[in-house]
């Protein structure tokens, strides 16, 4: 049983950065068989995947169009986590942020974790 | 960027109908569309896998069809239980996509 556990403000002010984190139990997060992703839901936006990262015998990483340039997913090993860093932000990335869990590249989201709102107000 | 269209936006329907939602891809996907099942304050959680293979502990009332570009989720003998907005994700190629889902409210 794989759990996902989010932390991480849910609040941030205009042109600061997003940063959330997601701890993992259960698998690890250097499985090579595994990825990692980052997700969020806001009224406008509907579901959007921001990005993903995984091990194949190295780190590998793939982000949306949409916020290229101002984000940055990475894990960190030691305390089998992974993070999102959103740099600029503006109110219109106030949104529900998901991490979630494929068993493979191509596959489908078998876990999810809570959810954070994040507003991005001053 | 694959786009994925799902209809209706919005469904009201008594207990024990039949409820067809279907999603349709901008380009061929082969099979790599899954239908997702979210509540209000929820996560959404994953109900059918590779367009027609049914997740684990999921009712035998959900089923998924189709291939290519045009796919289809069946709710058998709707429940109350079953109110809920659903999902449509493609894996077939990066970015990544959703539908923009199909609100079901149980009359």
């Known amino acids: 049983q794989v759990q996902l556990q989010q932390s991480g403000p849910g609040l941030v002010k205009p042109s600061q950065t997003l940063s959330l984190t997601c701890a993992i139990s259960?698998?690890?997060?250097?499985?090579?068989?595994?990825?990692w992703n980052w997700i969020r839901q806001s009224p406008s936006r509907g579901l959007e995947w921001l990005g993903r990262?995984?091990?194949?015998?190295?780190?590998?990483?793939n982000y949306a169009e949409s916020v290229n340039g101002r984000i940055t997913i990475n894990a960190d090993t030691s305390k089998n986590q992974f993070s999102l860093h959103l740099n600029s932000v503006t109110p219109e990335d106030t949104a529900v942020y998901y991490c979630t869990r494929a068993d493979g590249r191509w596959a489908f989201y078998e876990d999810w974790g809570q959810g954070t709102l994040v507003t991005v107000s001053s | 960027e694959i786009v994925l269209t799902q209809s209706p936006d919005f469904q009201s329907v008594t207990p024990k109908e039949k409820v067809t939602i279907t999603c349709r891809a901008s380009?061929?996907?082969?099979?790599?569309l899954h239908w997702y099942q979210q509540k209000p304050d929820q996560s959404p959680k994953v109900l059918i896998k590779?367009?027609?293979q049914s997740f684990s502990g999921v009712p035998s009332r959900f089923s998924g069809s189709g291939s290519g570009t045009d796919f289809t989720l069946t709710i058998d003998s709707l429940e109350a239980e079953d109110a809920a907005t659903y999902f449509c994700h493609q894996t077939n190629s990066v970015p990544q996509s959703f539908g923009q889902g199909t609100k079901l409210e149980i009359k």
């Open positions: 380009q061929s996907i082969g099979s790599s």
């Open positions: 590779y367009a027609s």
């Open positions: 990262t995984y091990y194949r015998s190295k780190w590998y990483n």
């Open positions: 259960g698998d690890r997060v250097s499985s090579t068989s595994t990825a």
